[in-house]
């Protein structure tokens, strides 16, 4: 939905009824990595055994990607 551009993300936030500066910060975090993982794919990334940090935000990436699938097919 934030992610595809076809909503903001406070009024993803309000369907959610999540605080919009929770959720901005996932949605920036879940680029971040993805823009990581590109690099990485491309060989211009950080290494792949780097830290528990860029795990952590590829976890909360996947969940991100996960609820985006739900709130998009179960409205």
Known sequence: MVLEGERTVA?????FGINAS??????HR????Q???????AGTGPDPGAGAGERR???EA???????FFAADHR
């Open 22 to 27: 929770t959720l901005g910060s996932r949605v």
């Open 57 to 59: 935000a590829a976890r």
């Open 35 to 41: 823009d990581e993982a590109a690099d990485l794919s």
């Open 62 to 68: 996947g969940v991100l990607e996960k609820a985006a």
């Open 30 to 33: 879940h680029r971040i990595v």
């Open 11 to 15: 009024s993803v936030a309000r369907e």
